[in-house]
């Protein structure tokens, strides 16, 4: 375990941007914990304010994957500038330094690396299919220094094709990987584990091609069946979602790469991320919702100058968190779509894609398992840093207590 550990400690000391590897230290690391900190401090006297915002900036997209939830091949949306830098600086007054950018694809918003550029003193990670991402764009991301790219990777050529409805997706993917990592940039590799990519990103080789390419973390998210085409054939089965769980914890103790995951605790038992409140989303539109695939909102950010009081007296995200949690240690969109139903309907919340087939789509779903894995069945971190990691920062902050209970 040690071995691999410093490995990866070294290799990033010697490729990583110096004054990059600064800021990720100081404005995610040290200021990251505050803010975690701080939003324990608030829970206490029941008020939320997620310390990790995620904002789609822009519905637009290159690609056309399978499965995904956002309005790519609708007219443009996307959260301008000014109201961006508004949005991030109220975050900022009130503790936060991170963020995650999402889209559509980021890149494809113009004004992203000057938004960037306006907040040193805050860290952001940027999801992207890594193809606009030229040797260009990874020089100025440099220079501003406070942005990893979490560059997306479905699969080997074929698959990508397939996947991302695209051509020589797979090879233009890994030239903007190429030129984050030429740059000194942290970079991580991202992928949407499903029926066609499991048996090959799910390996270990493939864990050690990434570090031997350079790449510094990876991230495993679980195909989640939603949107406008579902492509329900593609999800995970419960076994396949342990495999999973059972592999990251694994390879966390073995190969020199960092290795992310949202929905487990230190001790192996699953949390919604939403459900704790420790992440919210922004859509394209402003629309503020629970979390990414819940396109259902009651309050909207350019109804107002501050994110932090639209939040914390959301009854709506109150509501959300609450039921969430008193149902499921898993994905309440995947297990009770139809609580989701009930909950948006309960309060009024507007559909929030540009499609308007939110609620239609709910109903279309079959409810199917998610992380929960249960009862007995955990698998606990077996790296102490992870362990230690999760119980400071990321845990399910008491949100389960009477689930857990039984009541
Ligand atoms: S509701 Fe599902 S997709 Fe949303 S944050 Fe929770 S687990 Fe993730």
Same mark, same amino acid.
């Given at each position: 375990?040690?071995?691999?550990?410093?490995?990866?400690?070294?290799?990033?000391?010697?490729?990583?941007?110096?004054?990059?590897?600064?800021k990720?230290?100081?404005?995610?690391?040290?200021?990251?914990?505050?803010?975690?900190?701080?939003?324990?401090?608030?829970?206490?006297?029941?008020?939320?304010?997620?310390?990790?915002?995620?904002?789609?900036? #822009?519905?637009? @997209?290159?690609?056309?994957?399978?499965?995904?939830? +956002?309005?790519?091949?609708k007219? /443009?949306?996307? $959260? &301008?500038?000014?109201?961006?830098?508004?949005?991030?600086?109220?975050?900022?007054?009130?503790?936060?330094?991170?963020?995650?950018?999402?889209?559509?694809?980021?890149?494809?918003?113009?004004?992203?690396?000057?938004?960037?550029?306006?907040?040193?003193?805050?860290?952001f990670?940027?999801?992207?299919?890594?193809?606009?991402?030229?040797?260009?764009?990874a020089?100025?991301?440099?220079?501003?220094?406070?942005?990893?790219?979490?560059?997306?990777?479905?699969?080997?050529?074929?698959?990508?094709?397939?996947?991302?409805?695209?051509?020589?997706?797979?090879?233009?993917t890994?030239?903007? #990987?190429?030129? @984050?990592?030429?740059?000194?940039?942290?970079?991580? +590799?991202?992928?949407?584990?499903? /029926?066609?990519? $499991? &048996?090959?990103?799910?390996?270990?080789?493939?864990?050690?091609?990434?570090?031997?390419?350079?790449?510094?973390?990876?991230?495993?998210?679980?195909?989640?069946?939603?949107?406008?085409?579902?492509?329900?054939?593609?999800a995970?089965?419960?076994?396949?979602?342990?495999?999973?769980?059972?592999?990251?914890?694994?390879?966390?103790?073995?190969?020199?790469?960092?290795?992310?995951?949202?929905?487990?605790?230190?001790?192996?038992?699953?949390?919604?991320?939403?459900?704790?409140?420790?992440?919210h989303?922004?859509?394209?539109?402003?629309?503020?919702e629970?979390?990414?695939?819940?396109?259902?909102?009651?309050?909207?950010?350019?109804?107002?100058?501050?994110?932090y009081?639209?939040?914390?007296?959301?009854?709506?995200?109150?509501?959300?968190?609450?039921?969430?949690?008193?149902?499921?240690?898993?994905?309440v969109?995947?297990?009770?779509?139809?609580?989701?139903?009930?909950?948006?309907?309960k309060?009024?919340?507007?559909?929030?894609?540009?499609?308007q087939?939110?609620?239609?789509?709910l109903?279309?779903?079959?409810?199917?398992?998610?992380?929960?894995?249960?009862?007995?069945?955990?698998?606990?971190?077996?790296?102490?840093?992870?362990?230690?990691?999760?119980?400071?920062?990321?845990?399910?902050?008491?949100?389960?207590?009477?689930?857990?209970?039984?009541?």
């Open positions: 375990m040690l071995i691999p550990s410093l490995q990866f400690a070294a290799r990033t000391l010697a490729t990583a941007d110096k004054r990059h590897l600064a990720f230290m100081w404005n995610f690391g040290f200021k990251g914990v505050r803010s975690v900190q701080l939003f324990k401090k608030r829970i206490k006297k029941g008020e939320y304010f997620p310390p990790f915002l995620y904002l789609s900036i #822009l519905n637009s @997209c290159n690609l056309r994957c399978q499965g995904c939830w +956002v309005d790519v091949d007219p /443009q949306v996307k $959260i &301008d500038f000014d109201r961006l830098n508004q949005v991030v600086n109220d975050a900022r007054e009130h503790g936060n330094s991170f963020f995650g950018i999402l889209g559509g694809e980021p890149f494809m918003h113009t004004e992203l690396l000057d938004f960037l550029a306006q907040h040193p003193d805050c860290f990670q940027v999801f992207t299919n890594g193809q606009l991402i030229t040797d260009k764009v020089k100025r991301l440099r220079q501003i220094g406070n942005a990893t790219p979490l560059v997306s990777i479905e699969g080997n050529e074929v698959v990508s094709n397939e996947r991302r409805g695209g051509k020589d997706v797979y090879k233009r890994l030239r903007g #990987l190429d030129n @984050c990592l030429n740059h000194g940039l942290l970079t991580g +590799v991202a992928t949407s584990l499903c /029926q066609t990519n $499991i &048996d090959e990103l799910l390996t270990e080789d493939w864990l050690r091609s990434l570090a031997k390419r350079g790449v510094h973390y990876a991230w495993y998210h679980t195909y989640r069946p939603v949107g406008p085409q579902i492509h329900e054939e593609l995970l089965t419960p076994e396949q979602a342990r495999r999973v769980r059972q592999f990251v914890v694994d390879m966390r103790v073995k190969v020199p790469i960092a290795i992310i995951d949202a929905y487990y605790d230190g001790q192996g038992k699953a949390l919604c991320p939403m459900a704790t409140g420790i992440s989303h922004i859509g394209p539109s402003g629309s503020i629970p979390c990414p695939i819940i396109q259902f909102a009651a309050e909207n950010i350019h109804d107002s100058d501050s994110i009081e639209q939040m914390t007296k959301s009854e709506f995200l109150r509501d959300f968190r609450q039921v969430a949690a008193q149902h499921t240690r898993g994905c969109v995947l297990e009770r779509p139809d609580l989701v139903q009930q909950i948006a309907k309060h009024g919340a507007k559909d929030s894609t540009i499609r087939t939110a609620m239609a789509e109903e279309s779903m079959t409810p199917r398992g998610s992380q929960f894995l249960p009862t007995g069945e955990e698998i606990p971190e077996k790296h102490p840093a992870y362990w230690l990691a999760k119980k400071i920062l990321f845990n399910d902050f008491g949100v389960y207590k009477n689930l857990d209970k039984g009541k």
